[in-house]
């Protein structure tokens, strides 16, 4: 058969599984908090491309939001070169990161602008939509009006809250509660953690309100996309409120509103339509984004997967001042995966997580430099020495055996931990294999076995049962360590992972210690 004859064959067996980000606001450059987003999800998708799925991974950019013109305004240049200069950088965090995402979606992109519009012609035509006058107090920091009888926003406390008369399109969201809620009840959409699957349930049992979906195109300073066919007055003329435009960015970055077929490949045949996001943001995932979809008759997505804050020495992250994190100068000075394992292994997606250097500096030492490190250097310096190939076991004992229980159950604790949202327990489970393997290579001492002859066949059964952990090991990481897992492999000599090693091949330390 052809090449191109197997791929065609791969790609009939395989099936679509699409994951995403959410898009950032991009009135700065990238931090911290969103480099872990990033990574989250791009664990998703590697193990789902593992697993013999099609992924299609998008990301992007939120270029129609009044932040960003206000930021704009702030540094003296054009909203349009601020929000391209700012997508640029987003952008770079795919070689930065490692992210293995297939599409940059921009919202001020003409595909975008076309989805958004057929979107929200959807909701007209099935009724979704009326004008009403609206008064209230807005939130430019997470761009919503806050619920009534409320002073302040609860994830932007320190900002100001503007004060807003005007008269817009509503969406009738309140239609949509209960379908929802049984949606969720019967698990056709997931969310995990369950303490946020309870809280949206709350949310839409105490009933949803009708909201507002449109805009003055004179307070967004012209800088969104128009409402089709508004009517107004250049004086009271409509926007689209930046949700339901960045929304829509997950169905346009695969052809919805240009490529119909690439869209239904890509998300109506998917079997998983995940979304990776943080929790400020997830009522608008769990209940606008379904009652947008409703109204075009698209599937929704399958599964909600929600993260905490990263926050700095105790500090919550901004995009400037000082918890500002750069995720491109932590990759420069320590390496991308050094920084992928901190924020998979040490910020549950459970909570909140915190990071500092000092503490960052501590886990790179102890677990990756003085555990995973040393534990490919010694076994790989030790087979060397033996011969440089791999040996067969010979008979166990009991300390080969209770290796064996850790190495043999590590897969499926991966792939239950990341079935589950629990990258942080993926990691800690791989780390409990290290570390077993590391003890096992103690009490077995082979450098000691390889100076007695009689101890060849215990010699070469302790080589094999840490080579083939290391294997293992090499495994589970390839979605969390993609560059690490393909180092393992290589100075096992293996070419792909999986393969069997022959020669075993010396490479550089995979994590040299920061503190000296």
Not at 445 to 467: C, M, V
Request: glycine share 6%; charged share 25%; aromatic share 8%.
């Amino acid at each position: 058969m052809s090449v191109r004859g197997r791929r065609e064959e791969h790609a009939a067996m395989t099936i679509p599984f699409y994951v995403s980000t959410a898009i950032p606001y991009v009135n700065a450059e990238p931090h911290l908090g969103f480099a872990y987003e990033a990574v989250l999800a791009d664990v998703i998708a590697r193990h789902a491309r593992a697993r013999g799925h099609d992924v299609r991974f998008v990301t992007g950019s939120d270029e129609h939001s009044l932040k960003n013109v206000l930021a704009a305004e702030r540094a003296g240049v054009s909203v349009a070169e601020l929000v391209r200069a700012n997508a640029a950088r987003f952008a770079a965090l795919r070689e930065t990161l490692d992210l293995s995402t297939d599409v940059f979606v921009r919202t001020s992109e003409p595909r975008h602008r076309a989805a958004v519009e057929r979107s929200w012609r959807a909701l007209a035509e099935r009724g979704e939509l009326y004008r009403a006058p609206y008064r209230g107090l807005y939130c430019a920091g997470c761009e919503r009006f806050v619920d009534e009888g409320e002073e302040r926003c609860d994830e932007h406390p320190q900002s100001a809250l503007e004060r807003v008369e005007e008269e817009n399109w509503f969406l009738r969201l309140s239609a949509h509660g209960e379908t929802i809620a049984r949606a969720i009840d019967e698990g056709r959409l997931r969310i995990e953690p369950e303490a946020h699957r309870r809280e949206v349930l709350a949310l839409l049992r105490a009933g949803l309100r009708d909201v507002s979906v449109s805009r003055s195109a004179r307070r967004a300073r012209g800088w969104a996309i128009p409402v089709p066919g508004d009517a107004g007055s250049a004086k009271d003329a409509q926007v689209i409120w930046v949700w339901l435009d960045a929304l829509t960015s997950y169905a346009s970055a695969i052809g919805y509103g240009d490529d119909d077929e690439a869209f239904g490949a890509s998300w109506r045949e998917a079997r998983e339509r995940v979304h990776v996001l943080g929790k400020g943001i997830l009522r608008f995932h769990a209940a606008l984004w379904p009652a947008l979809l409703s109204a075009a008759r698209e599937p929704w997505p399958t599964r909600l997967y929600v993260h905490g804050y990263v926050t700095v020495e105790g500090r919550k992250i901004a995009k400037s001042g000082a918890a500002a994190i750069s995720p491109f100068e932590l990759v420069a000075r320590h390496g991308t995966d050094a920084v992928r394992w901190f924020l998979l292994r040490h910020l549950p997606v459970d909570r909140d997580g915190d990071f500092s250097l000092e503490r960052f500096v501590a886990v790179h030492d102890a677990e990756l430099a003085n555990q995973l490190g040393n534990l490919l250097a010694r076994t790989v310096s030790l087979i060397e020495r033996a011969g440089g190939r791999v040996p067969s076991a010979h008979e166990e004992t009991e300390l080969e055996r209770a290796l064996r229980v850790e190495v043999d159950g590590l897969a499926a604790r991966v792939d239950d931990a990341l079935d589950r949202f629990a990258p942080h327990e993926a990691a800690s489970a791989i780390a409990r294999v290290v570390l077993a393997a590391n003890a096992y290579a103690d009490r077995r001492a082979p450098w000691s076995l390889a100076r007695d002859p009689d101890a060849r066949p215990a010699l070469e059964t302790t080589l094999f049962h840490l080579a083939d952990a290391l294997r293992v090991i090499a495994l589970a990481l390839a979605p969390l360590l993609p560059s690490t897992a393909r180092a393992i492999a290589h100075q096992l000599g293996a070419d792909a992972l999986g393969a069997p090693g022959l020669h075993v091949r010396r490479g550089a330390p995979l994590f040299p210690r920061i503190a000296r």
